[in-house]
């Protein structure tokens, strides 16, 4: 995978950031060992200042993982809040069950095993944060089914707004240009989403650039 952020970057971000604790340093050394895309630490610290900034009480996660971005999250959510994680497979939502758990975040917690954009249908929101994270080329999916389920003052985040093991970063800075460019789906779905909440009156998009490039739209 292309890397457009400079390590140091990263690593700078996450040494004046927010501070970690023994379990994101597990979920961590896990990630590192198996090679499973996370966020990272630059890029959690900023979910946990967001969900702060915006006093978050409910979460929607399009793609949890093993619950990594989603411990970030619950850090700032009250005791009553919701954090909802989707993901498909059982070993990742049992490992995320664990964490959780270990940091006392269970009880603010619902996992939804199955496909996220189905699971979103059953849920009436509002959300005061959202997070896209899930397959490249159904981002435009995704938004287009949580779109007025965000709440007023609320975020949508989407991950991968940059890079990912499929996205080709200079076709995707023409596409974001105006050119017509042949390239893979997920490329194309990223370009798609974010031309799509780009040109949402209703929201106002701006990227994080840590991590792989985070996508932050403002619901006016």
């Given amino acids: 995978m292309e890397s457009v952020v400079p390590k140091f970057v990263s690593q700078f971000a996450t040494s004046i ?3 970690t604790d023994s379990v994101i340093d597990e979920m961590d050394a896990y990630a590192d060992e198996q090679g499973f895309p996370t966020v990272g630490p630059d890029v959690g610290g900023w979910l946990s200042l967001l969900a702060r900034i915006v006093g978050a009480q409910s979460v929607f996660e399009f793609g949890s993982g093993f619950g990594y971005s989603a411990y970030w999250f619950a850090r700032e959510l009250p005791s009553d809040g919701e954090i909802v994680l989707t993901e498909r497979d059982p070993v990742n939502i049992e490992r995320a069950r664990e964490y959780l758990d270990r940091g006392g975040y269970l009880d603010r917690v619902t996992i939804e095993q199955g496909d996220a954009i189905e699971t979103i249908d059953r849920y009436d929101g509002p959300f005061d944060i959202v997070l896209i994270d899930n397959e490249k080329h159904r981002y435009l999916e995704a938004f287009k089914s949580i779109r007025d389920k965000v709440a007023s003052g609320g975020l949508i985040v989407a991950d991968n707004a940059m890079v990912a093991d499929s996205i080709d970063f200079d076709a995707l800075t023409d596409l974001a240009d105006g050119y017509e460019v042949d390239t893979n789906e997920s490329t194309q779905g990223i370009a798609d989403y974010l031309d799509a909440v780009r040109d949402d009156s ?15 739209s403002h619901k006016r």
């Fill in 202 to 216: 209703a929201f106002e998009t701006a990227l994080l650039p840590l991590g792989e490039g985070v996508a932050v």
């Fill in 17 to 19: 950031g927010p501070t």
